[in-house]
């Protein structure tokens, strides 16, 4: 690799194509020079993928730690709070040519109680933008229960679906 004033990259044989670089910032970018996260991947190609690979044998079903695992953390030095968010999938496209990108959907990890050693449930949630500006809302909730909810972030029973008056969710 080489020391740019930018900060390092590293480039393959004599190609002058940059693999990976770390910025001053401390931001990484893969296929970029200039990340504007922690982490960026970028891809020229309308296939970019990121693959997380575990090559061992054997791995517990029930362990979180077998096979090819993305953990995405909240720690923030207190215990979760009721609501606290633990991580976020989110999904982004483009709206116009210039690249101004908007949120389409994500996938949540919360807190469904305030975290102690004998209680630690979490929900996800589901949600989904139908065009409004304001980013997505929340479609599908399953409780720390097993509840699913549509419609309703306080699922009652194993299935519980609510509509607004005009009769859809």
């Known amino acids: 690799g080489t020391h740019t004033a930018t900060g390092l990259t590293v480039n393959v044989g004599s190609s002058d194509t940059n693999y990976a670089a770390l910025f001053n910032g401390g931001n990484v970018g893969i296929g970029t020079t200039a990340p504007e996260k922690s982490l960026e991947v970028e891809s020229a190609t309308s296939n970019s ?4 690979k575990a090559t061992g044998t054997g791995g517990n079903a029930s362990s979180v730690t077998s096979g090819g695992v ?3 953390v909240e720690d923030d030095g207190a215990a979760m709070a009721d609501t606290h968010c633990m991580g976020t999938i989110s999904f982004y496209g483009a709206e116009d ?3 101004t990108l908007n949120q389409a959907a994500n996938i949540k990890c919360l807190a469904d109680e305030t ?3 004998d209680q ?11 065009g409004e500006d304001g980013g997505p809302t929340e479609r599908l909730r ?3 229960g097993g509840n699913v909810g549509i419609g309703t972030d306080s699922p009652l029973a194993l299935l519980h ?4 008056a005009a009769g859809t969710p």
């Open 161 to 164: 679906v609510e509509t607004s």
């Open 115 to 117: 975290w102690a050693s």
């Open 49 to 52: 993928i990121v693959r997380i």
């Open 142 to 144: 399953i409780d720390d």
């Open 120 to 130: 630690n449930g979490a929900a996800l949630t589901f949600s989904t933008n139908h």
């Open 97 to 99: 040519a210039s690249n």
């Open 70 to 72: 993305l953990q995405l």
